[in-house]
C-alpha cells in the first residue's frame, strides 16, 4: 500500500513537497522503483520521474530542473520536491511503485490534491 | 522525445467489443501497459507486456501491440467499463503515457 501525504495549498514560486509512506512490502524490494505522476485537472497522466532505493533516479525531461525526488529508507518513505511551482503545477500527485522488469506501475497511492495560489 | 498517441474518446453500446488503440513510432519494439481510470479514483493496470492480464482483472480485456499501434480491447463490454484508459511505455529511461482514452458504454 502507498499513502501521499503532504500540504494541500502551496504559494507560487514556492516548494512542494510531498511524502509516500510505502506499507506491506520493502521499498528495497530489488524489483521496484518508486515514483510520481500528476494529473492536473481534466488532463491526463505526468510522469515526474523514478527512483531506486541504490539511489538510482530517472526523472521526466520537462521537469527535471525543478524535481529532486529522495528516499529514508529506513521509514520506507520516498519524497518529492518539486520548487518555483506555478499554477500549472496544480494538480493530483499519486506515488506509484514502477515495476522495471514488467516496465509498468502495479500499486498506485490514492493520490492527493495540490493547489497553487496566493 | 518519445510521443503516445491515443483517440479522445470511444463510444461503443452494452455487450459489443471496444478497441482502443494506442499509437507511437514502432511501438511494437517497447512493451505497452494499460491502465483504466474511474472517476476520483487512482489509476488501475489492467494490461502489462502487451498481452498480460494482472491478477483480478476480468478476461474481457486484452492486448496487443504490432508495428506502431497497440490495442486494448474489451469484448462483450460492461457499463462498468466505462472509464478513461491510458496506454504507456518506456523509452530510454523514460516513462511515457498516452493522453488518454475516455470510453462510454451506453
Known amino acids: 500500500k502507498l499513502q501521499e501525504s503532504g500540504p494541500g495549498l502551496v504559494k507560487p514560486s514556492e516548494t512542494l513537497s510531498l511524502t509516500c509512506t510505502v506499507s506491506?512490502?520493502?521499498?528495497?524490494?530489488?524489483?521496484?522503483?518508486w515514483g510520481w505522476i500528476r494529473q492536473a485537472p481534466g488532463q491526463g497522466l505526468e510522469w515526474i520521474g523514478s527512483m531506486y532505493y541504490s539511489g538510482n533516479t530517472f526523472y521526466s525531461p520537462s521537469l527535471k530542473s525543478r524535481v529532486t525526488i529522495s528516499m529514508d529508507t529506513s521509514r520506507s518513505q520516498f519524497s518529492l520536491m518539486m520548487n518555483s511551482v506555478t499554477a500549472a503545477d496544480t494538480a493530483v500527485y499519486f506515488c506509484a511503485r514502477y515495476d522495471y522488469g514488467d516496465f509498468n506501475f502495479d500499486s498506485w497511492g490514492q493520490g492527493t490534491l495540490v493547489s497553487v495560489s496566493p | 522525445s518519445y510521443e503516445l498517441t491515443q483517440a479522445p474518446s470511444v463510444s461503443v453500446s452494452p455487450g459489443q467489443t471496444a478497441n482502443v488503440i494506442c499509437s507511437g513510432d514502432k511501438l511494437e519494439n517497447k512493451y505497452v501497459s494499460w491502465y483504466q481510470q474511474k472517476p476520483g479514483q487512482s489509476p488501475v493496470l489492467v494490461i502489462y507486456h502487451d498481452t498480460k492480464r494482472p491478477s483480478g482483472i476480468p478476461e474481457r480485456f486484452s492486448g496487443s501491440n504490432s508495428g506502431d499501434t497497440a490495442t486494448l480491447t474489451i469484448s462483450g463490454s460492461q457499463t462498468m467499463d466505462e472509464a478513461d484508459y491510458y496506454c504507456?511505455?518506456?523509452?530510454?529511461?523514460?516513462?511515457?503515457f498516452g493522453g488518454g482514452t475516455k470510453l462510454t458504454v451506453l
Open positions: 504507456q511505455a518506456w523509452d530510454f529511461s523514460n516513462v511515457i
Open positions: 506491506g512490502g520493502s521499498i528495497t524490494s530489488s524489483s521496484y522503483y
